[in-house]
């Protein structure tokens, strides 16, 4: 039986798209264990998990990043995200990186860009293969990093199917107002800025922009610009459960989404579940993932952005043939497609562990 140790140490980091990853490939391998594969999950110290047949859990605390030989030794160590803390590489041990983005060669400036792009290319001289998120995150690594032939799969992320699940109205809800939603990180990438000047435009609708409130500077801007445009329809939430996510997207008028920079984008598909009008940036990854399936803003004019969601509105609410094609495209973001990539990916690694190719 191959050894295979899937690193899932940022699993407590709550609403955040990495631990989102690492909670659905957990609950692929848990659903779907392979019988050929006895899995090792590395977990923080303090998260229990109950061990099952062939799948146990590590318990590991920081200092271990400098020990190695405290870590356990296996056929194949898959690095679940490219900043990794933990590895230990014996003689046979093959190593997977899954890569996010390269988000930092877009958002620091050339030093900063540099020294991340130098550290990664380590990371990725020593290690055996590759996953990315998205066929653009796969372009980039091809572009910034020196393969030296090694493989890259691009496996996209499984996005958690919604419908099922429950809704909860949020409290901050306004009563009777058509509404647009939007969700992610508060940073400047995300651009939630961009949408102020749309909402000025569109005193009908309220916006509520939700997700953690990451940076105070930035939070301090949007206040700032609301204040200055004097809008009444734009609501800042900060962080909000699932089920509350889920309510917003089952009632939006639309999904706004001109985030800059991203992998993958999974609010984009989340929303795509529920049916929302999807619209979104022609930025990185984001074109890809919408599939064809959302209004692509070309550029962040406020009279354009404007322009572009008051024309498609109409047309996308009342399209019920290309919503329902839009709902089973979301849909073919499953688990099991997901899992049997990277199982099969772990299979061909430990192939080649144990002849020591």
């Not at 990180?185 to 609708?205: E, G, Q, S, Y």
Request: aromatic share 10%; net charge neutral.
């Amino acid at each position: 039986m191959s050894s295979v140790l899937i690193d899932a140490s940022l699993i407590h980091y709550a609403n955040t798209g990495i631990a989102n990853v690492m909670r659905s490939l957990l609950t692929g391998i848990e659903a779907h264990p392979e019988a050929s594969i006895d899995y090792k999950i590395l977990v923080p110290h303090n998260h229990s998990f109950s061990a099952r047949e062939n799948i146990s859990y590590v318990p590991v605390r920081k200092w271990q990043k400098f020990v190695p030989p405290s870590l356990p030794r296996v056929d194949v160590w898959h690095s679940t995200y490219q900043s990794f803390r933990f590895l230990r590489k014996a003689k046979n041990t093959r190593q997977v990186i899954t890569v996010h983005d390269l988000n930092f060669l877009y958002e620091k400036n050339a030093y900063k860009a540099k020294f991340h792009l130098d550290r990664l290319q380590q990371r990725v001289d020593r290690a055996d293969a590759l996953v990315t998120i998205s066929q653009f995150v796969a372009n980039d690594i091809k572009k910034h990093i020196k393969l030296n032939d090694k493989p890259v799969e691009v496996i996209y992320n499984c996005v958690e199917n919604l419908q099922q699940h429950p809704a909860t109205q949020p409290s901050f809800y306004q009563q009777d107002a058509p509404f647009f939603f939007t969700l992610g990180a508060m940073r400047r990438k995300k651009n939630f800025h961009t949408l102020l000047d749309v909402m000025a435009r569109i005193p009908d609708h309220q916006l509520y922009i939700c997700g953690n409130l990451d940076d105070k500077g930035y939070i301090e801007e949007l206040h700032q610009k609301i204040a200055a445009l004097k809008l009444n329809n734009v609501h800042i939430c900060g962080p909000i459960s699932s089920a509350e996510k889920i309510w917003l997207y089952q009632h939006a008028d639309a999904f706004l989404f001109p985030s800059m920079f991203e992998g993958f984008g999974l609010p984009v598909i989340e929303a795509m579940q529920f049916g929302a009008p999807v619209f979104t940036s022609n930025m990185t990854s984001l074109p890809e993932v919408a599939g064809g399936h959302a209004v692509i803003w070309e550029n962040f004019a406020p009279d354009y952005m404007t322009e572009m969601l008051l024309e498609n509105l109409p047309r996308l609410k009342n399209d019920a043939i290309n919503r329902e094609k839009m709902i089973a495209y979301a849909t073919s973001f499953n688990l099991d497609k997901n899992i049997q990539q990277y199982v099969s990916l772990y299979q061909r690694l430990a192939t080649t562990s144990a002849s020591g190719a």
